[in-house]
């Protein structure tokens, strides 16, 4: 083989696997965006008016009943603001997964996890959560299989993160089976359910839900013991920068299903509606950025702080709430039996002056409850450090204070080992003066 001659730069071929590998990329990402902006453009003319009365089955969750539709309208309303309203709410996921997809992808596109899980995000935001597909298929039926291969492909990569983050490897290595496993009862799943397929779709489909849900329980098995047995400092904080995101999903999902009464196609009043589908999608908003703090390792160590402060703020607003509302009740039946059956904002000052006058000791008993509880290790360091800082306030022996000194690193830092050296002075105490 000829060799290029001096002088001259070695020859380079046009494709690289570097090369091809982004392009997949873009092309992976860009189809089913370019399907979200058509069905973004179809969702805003279906929930511009009410279904039919006579057959209300709308390819949206969002289409409003006739009778949704006039209590919308008589509160002042245009149903072109509930448009827009639902528009906006699927662009915002859309645009914060996108967003945190390309800067995982341009960050970290070297890497299998940076790869898969930016791919997660654009099918996360595009297509699996935004409810516009319904709406191009209803619309342009010849794009059903498009739409169906990305909820194939976007469903094997949801899955993979499960088992795959944050390091890109399968922990223990036979999850990998169940990955597999997992995808294939999908894919057979999502084939029966979008093409009606015979031979006793019920069953079958009944079938891959159970495979699945044992498939996604290995594969949080696989996490927690990632993190309790293979998992490097670094490892464990990625983990919970995940998990945090998943959190704030299983908080939002509840909370827009309680809204709904459980069912998203109730009928309820529409700004209710939308509070019930928002807010599962603003839930689902912490998952990108949870992911790109994980994959990038961005603030990593910011994790511990947060988690501590959603504890305390968390159990500080929930107790607090309940004793203004034993406040409230108390006072009303108290100061209402002595006014004849009338409420006097007495009452409310009084249990407002009382919630400001517990705020301060309720934060920090329920602060070092959750220290105790929940972050022993820097608790313990903190009242250790503090019985150091009065010790030396009254210790003359050098010889204690370096023993102390040294036992206190030992038990709040645990070091491998520990060793003090004192340097020595060069000037000798003056001579005691007689």
Request: net charge positive.
């Amino acid at each position: 083989m000829s060799q290029p001659a001096a002088g001259q730069p070695p020859h380079r071929p046009l494709l690289s696997w570097r090369g091809l590998t982004h392009a997949a990329w873009w092309v992976l990402a860009g189809y089913p965006t370019l399907l979200f902006i058509v069905g973004l453009a179809l969702e805003y003319g279906e929930v511009r008016q009410p279904c039919d009365p006579l057959n209300c089955t709308p390819p949206s969750l969002f289409t409003l009943t006739p009778a949704q539709a006039v209590a919308w309208q008589a509160a002042g309303l245009s149903l072109d603001l509930y448009a827009a309203v639902v528009v906006g709410q699927h662009l915002y996921i859309a645009a914060v997964c996108t967003a945190c997809a390309l800067l995982i992808f341009l960050r970290g596109s070297d890497q299998l996890i940076a790869y898969v899980g930016s791919l997660a995000l654009v099918v996360l935001g595009t297509t699996l959560v935004s409810g516009v597909s319904g709406t191009v298929i209803a619309a342009i039926p010849w794009l059903r299989p498009f739409i169906t291969l990305t909820y194939l492909w976007g469903n094997a990569i949801f899955p993979a993160l499960l088992f795959l983050l944050p390091d890109g490897r399968f922990v223990p290595r036979w999850s990998r089976w169940f990955f597999i496993l997992f995808v294939g009862a999908f894919s057979v799943g999502v084939l029966f359910n979008d093409y009606k397929l015979p031979a006793a779709p019920n069953a079958i489909q009944n079938l891959a839900t159970v495979v699945m849900a044992l498939c996604a329980l290995v594969g949080l098995y696989g996490q927690v013991y990632r993190y309790r047995q293979a998992a490097t400092p670094v490892v464990r904080k990625q983990i919970l920068w995940m998990a945090l995101g998943l959190i704030g999903l299983g908080v939002a999902i509840p909370a827009g299903a309680l809204l709904s009464g459980g069912d998203p196609a109730a009928e309820i009043a529409p700004q209710m509606k939308l509070l019930s589908l928002g807010i599962p999608l603003v839930g689902v908003s912490g998952i990108p950025v949870s992911l790109a703090v994980a994959i990038l390792r961005y603030r990593l160590w910011d994790i511990d702080l947060i988690i501590r402060r959603t504890l305390i703020y968390a159990s500080l607003t929930a107790l607090l709430a309940f004793i203004y509302l034993l406040c409230v009740v108390g006072l009303q039946a108290v100061v209402g039996g002595l006014a004849g059956g009338r409420q006097p904002a007495l009452v409310t000052v009084i249990s407002t002056l009382t919630i400001a006058a517990l705020f301060g000791p309720l934060r920090r008993r329920v602060q070092a409850a959750v220290d105790r509880r929940f972050f022993r290790r820097k608790y313990d360091a903190a009242q250790l450090l503090a019985a150091f800082g009065h010790t030396l306030r009254d210790e003359t022996d050098l010889a204690r204070l370096s023993d102390q000194l040294v036992e206190i690193t030992a038990r709040t830092l645990q070091p491998a080992s520990t060793s003090l050296w004192l340097r020595a002075t060069d000037r000798q105490a003056p001579p005691p003066t007689s």
